[in-house]
């Protein structure tokens, strides 16, 4: 192609004949692009440039500068020495334009001979007219972009670029395009047919590129940074669809009208696609993608294909920051361009001066210079590899003319990082520390090597683990806290020496916090293996694939490093996290462990044990919570008491029950009937913050009793008292029978989705309709002891009388500030009495001094209960005190115990359950009225009728519907006869899961059987 160009500038000036084409060593011409054939011919400067370098003055000012250069930096020099003059020539004699165009048509033939209709295609194009073609690129055009047009790219789209006078801003060269992105690479895959040989060209980059994206993106956004036509968007589309991901890609190019041909060719192909990728095409800079529409951080993939070597270096370099600002952390650059290596060494130095001067590539000395990788470095990436493609016919680098490079956009090291399953890869300096365990030294290789497994799940203040190193038949899970507090090991000695029986088991203490939140924290374990001496263990993120572990025996006292660093890498092999605790406690409750009475008996002496050893320190935590009242002492009473009855009554409510038959004499067969009260499996117990320890405990009595294993999900609102139970609980329950599990709502719903087998929850109406709706997704059971608006019917009485009866309501609210779900929610008070029991309200708020000001759980929970006051100041009973409270009511945790005078109905305090210290007092004329009240409500968990009229305890209790009735008591007595369970009914819950049978039979399937002596024959058998 090249033998039929006119004469070079350089040629034009010395008036020369054309020489030889001159082949690159070790690389034949048919290895050789078609840009790199079309400008081969050139004079042999460097025989020029080599007598240049060897003159004295030369070598008498330069001579070392040369001398620390290698062959393809001298090229560069030398090419740079002559283009400044190449330039001028072109300049003086106007041969450029006869130039291009030879070198054009000569493009063009060839295309033809390979089978790309190259004029024809471009003729097609353009006889669709030119108004036509003007007006889609005007629909194209972003007038913000054109304006802000980077002077480098304005030089090439008002002036000459390639083989075109305005090459980037003239509808021949975007016309053309399609055909010579086709043949510039062709030589690349000579046997396939061009499209093939493109799209097999981008599918390598592709697949290299997508190699390292995390397997978690799933929907992928990618950006084709200066597309052009969108040849290269349209193959790594079809790379995508080929893959079957689901994506959506955007080609970006800088030309509208190249943007306008794009947009039109991607009409012309949306019928041969499969649809699993959605396209766009957008006039825009790459260097100023936020033009576009494209945020910090909101792309997966950028591809970068055949672009740089047509920019200056400084704008290359800025190309590399601005896909780093759009890369999501973890996103990939897909990088591919000529190859400056085999560039340097497989063109002459006249030749790469002629396609600089000629415009062809006006920046190419820049790019050839341009160390890309360094440059991605600096502008934030990681650079994970760089290739070429078809290494079946390019045995190295060196000799391909294209060059891909693979980088990374660092993901970002969180909390998240840490989940999922890695693998021991290796240990360093290893033997050190075996031998302060007193491992034997011919043991040492077996230790070091022994496969060893971890699977993590981090939270803020605890890690969970599964730990499995199989050939020491060692595994265990557990939760540990990053609070720098001491705690009960799980291990029961080192892990080196699990496989042996020298060192006896036996209970050790650890702690552990961060060093730098969130990827490195470190252990601490003092008298580690009874020899005395401190051992660190430090975890520290090195990667996103990557946990390093650094070991340090040291002196206790002055932390003088006895041994280490010894260190272990280990390598993620999954994303995936630990096996939920639900499914551990399903395999483990698939081995019987927990259907034996005794080990039922065991587990409830536990739970008593649990609670009664560590009463202070409940009380504690449940005051720094906040919880109302915090004294856990008479709740421990309580508690006691309902695990000896429930022991007491164990045998009799697990025995199986003989049910007579209820069939004719002569329809029967011989055999029994029973019914079997078998264990649900795994309980989840959700409980509230208002009593965050006592409903874990007491619905944890009855799931044990029926044989289940539980998992305890405390209220993050008292987050004191859930730290304690989770530490407590791997000390009473080491066999994990009885796990907890912190956190939130998305905990609650992974635990949920396991599934569990049955749920206890105990909370509000809202939370539970959630928790109903997630269950109901799985058909898991459940139990929901839930609250509800508590009516309290109070007949006329004696002044006498009535002071009782607001003695106990009053009490109750300021007890417990009104944050139980037993407390009377409002009063329902009879004509007759009103007044004076408005009065003895009144008197016996104001009596109460400070202490009617009741701590709420938290500010948010006081704003919600003051903010129902809104609107009632006139009501309100005792007035509303008009001085900011002091102390620690200054947080906004506090709300004055106050009744409200008739409220209106419809207000949001007569709708919504209270739980908080107030008290509406609603007038009725008689007890019919006050039943009528009630019957038109929700149903509540407990309704209270205060009255010396049998008839009305009768009538009420016939009249009325709710979870319990309490006739003339409160919520002590009502909760005092371990025979009678406390439950809901309607929308104050349903089932029981407090104390005796009824907490028994409710987690517990009862399972009909028919033991027959002899094979009973169904009727209909015998008929057919």
């Not at 060196?398 to 999922?420: F, H, M, V």
């Not at 011989?670 to 009260?677: H, L, N, R």
């Not at 608006?789 to 009485?797: I, M």
Request: charged share 20%.
């Amino acid at each position: 192609v090249a033998r039929t160009r006119g004469i070079t500038a350089h040629q034009s000036c010395k008036r020369r004949p054309p020489v030889a084409l001159m082949a690159s060593p070790g690389q034949s011409r048919a290895e050789q692009g078609q840009v790199q054939k079309a400008f081969a011919a050139q004079a042999d400067w460097e025989t020029v440039f080599k007598s240049f370098l060897q003159h004295d003055t030369v070598q008498e000012h330069y001579a070392e500068l040369l001398g620390q250069m290698d062959e393809k930096e001298r090229k560069l020099i030398e090419a740079r020495t002559l283009l400044p003059m190449a330039k001028a020539a072109y300049a003086k004699n106007d041969s450029l334009p006869a130039k291009r165009t030879g070198i054009l048509e000569g493009y063009r033939n060839f295309a033809q001979s390979k089978g790309i209709d190259w004029r024809a295609d471009a003729a097609k194009l353009e006889s669709r007219g030119t108004t036509t073609w003007e007006a889609e690129r005007a629909a194209v055009r972003s007038e913000v972009v054109a304006a802000s047009m980077p002077a480098y790219y304005r030089a090439c789209y008002e002036g000459p670029i390639h083989s075109y006078g305005h090459g980037n801003g003239e509808w021949m060269a975007a016309f053309d395009a399609p055909s010579a992105y086709l043949l510039v690479h062709l030589h690349h895959y000579p046997d396939l047919s061009p499209q093939a040989a493109f799209d097999m060209l981008h599918e390598e980059l592709d697949k290299l590129t997508l190699k390292h994206l995390a397997s978690s993106v799933s929907a992928l956004r990618c950006i084709d940074i200066g597309c052009g036509v969108g040849t290269s968007t349209f193959s790594t589309v079809r790379s995508l669809e080929g893959m079957g991901r689901t994506a959506s890609v955007t080609g970006v190019d800088l030309s509208d009208y190249f943007i306008a041909v794009a947009r039109h060719q991607q009409l012309q192909l949306e019928r041969e696609r499969k649809g699993t990728v959605t396209l766009n095409f957008l006039h825009g800079d790459g260097l100023s993608l936020g033009t576009c529409g494209f945020r910090d951080a909101s792309v997966d993939v950028v591809m970068l294909s055949e672009v740089t070597h047509e920019m200056p270096k400084v704008s290359s370099q800025a190309v590399f920051v601005e896909a780093v600002r759009v890369l999501a952390p973890g996103g990939v650059l897909g990088y591919m361009d000529l190859n400056p290596s085999q560039m340097l060494q497989s063109n002459s130095v006249g030749s790469l001066v002629d396609r600089i001067a000629t415009s062809n590539e006006p920046y190419l000395d820049e790019y050839l210079e341009l160390d890309v990788p360094a440059a991605m470095r600096a502008a934030g990436l990681e650079v994970l590899e760089e290739t070429w493609p078809n290494q079946a016919k390019y045995p190295s680098l060196e000799s391909c003319s294209l060059r891909i490079i693979i980088a990374r956009k660092p993901p970002s090291l969180t909390l998240d990082t840490w989940t999922g399953k890695w693998a021991l890869e290796s240990r360093e300096n290893w033997s050190a520390y075996l031998s302060f365990l007193g491992v034997p030294e011919a043991g040492h290789e077996g230790a070091t090597s022994a496969p060893d497994f971890h699977e993590y799940q981090l939270g803020e203040t605890s890690f969970f683990m599964d730990h499995r190193i199989p050939g020491m038949g060692m595994h265990l899970r557990f939760t540990a806290f990053l609070d720098g507090e001491w705690s009960r090991s799980p291990y029961p000695k080192p892990t080196a020496l699990m496989s042996g029986n020298d060192q006896e088991e036996k209970e050790h203490r650890w702690k552990s916090s961060w060093i730098q939140y969130p990827t490195c924290f470190e252990t601490t374990m003092p008298d580690f293996a009874g020899k005395g001496k401190t051992v660190t263990l430090r975890r520290e993120l090195a990667g996103v694939d990557s946990i390093k572990y650094t070991v340090h025996v040291l002196e206790p006292e002055s932390g003088e490093i006895l041994v280490g660093p010894s260190f272990t890498w280990m390598k993620r092999t999954s994303r995936e996290g630990p096996n939920s605790v639900v499914q551990e406690l399903k395999e483990r409750f698939g081995k019987g462990m927990s259907k034996p009475l005794e080990w039922r008996k065991k587990a409830l002496d536990q739970v008593c044990a649990m609670v009664q050893e560590n009463i202070e320190a409940w009380s504690a935590m449940q005051a720094k919570d906040h919880v109302t009242p915090s004294n856990f002492d008479g709740a421990n009473r309580m508690l006691q008491g309902a695990a000896a009855f429930c022991k007491a009554g164990l045998e009799g409510w697990a025995a199986p029950q003989t049910k007579p038959e209820t069939i004719p004499p002569f329809m029967q067969t011989e055999g029994e009937w029973q019914i079997i009260p078998e264990p649900k499996g795994v309980v989840l117990i959700i409980a509230p913050w208002n009593a965050p320890l006592l409903l874990c405990v007491l619905p944890l009595l009855g799931a044990l009793a029926a044989g289940n294993l539980c998992v305890l999900k405390p209220s993050e609102a008292a987050p004191a008292t859930s730290r304690l139970l989770a530490r407590l609980v791997p000390k009473y329950f080491p066999d994990r029978s009885v796990v907890v599990e912190e956190g939130g709502r998305e905990v609650v719903e992974a635990l949920i989705a396991a599934p569990c087998d049955h749920i206890l929850f105990t909370g509000g109406g809202s939370v539970a309709r959630k928790i109903a709706s997630l269950a109901a997704q799985h058909l898991t059971p459940l139990t929901l002891e839930l609250g509800g608006k508590n009516p309290c019917f109070v007949d006329k009485a004696e002044s006498e009388q009535l002071s009782l009866y607001v003695d106990e309501i009053i009490s109750t609210k300021a007890y417990f500030s009104g944050q139980f779900c037993q407390c009377q929610d409002y009063c329902l008070v009879h004509k007759d009495v009103f007044d004076e029991f408005a009065r003895l309200i009144e008197q016996k708020i104001s009596s109460l001094g400070e202490q009617r000001h009741c701590r709420m759980i938290n500010a948010a929970h006081a704003r919600r209960v003051m903010a129902l006051l809104d609107g009632q100041g006139e009501k309100a009973l005792p007035p509303l005190p008009s001085a900011e409270p002091t102390g620690y009511r200054g947080e906004g945790q506090t709300v004055p115990l106050t009744a409200l005078i008739r409220p209106e109905l419809h207000s949001a305090v007569m709708q919504e359950e209270i739980f908080g210290p107030l008290l509406p007092l609603i007038e009725v004329a008689s007890a019919e009225e006050a039943m009528a009240f009630v019957a038109q409500r929700p149903k509540p968990l407990v309704a209270y009728c205060y009255s010396q009229e049998p008839a009305v305890w009768a009538s009420f209790a016939d009249s009325t519907s709710s979870g319990n009735l309490a006739v003339n008591c409160g919520p002590w007595r009502l909760q005092s006869n371990f025979n009678v369970g406390i439950g809901g009914v309607g929308e104050s819950g349903y089932g029981h899961s407090i104390w005796g049978q009824l907490a028994f039979d409710g987690s517990s399937h009862h399972k009909s059987i028919f033991f027959g002596k002899k094979f009973a024959v169904s009727p209909w058998a015998a008929k057919l």
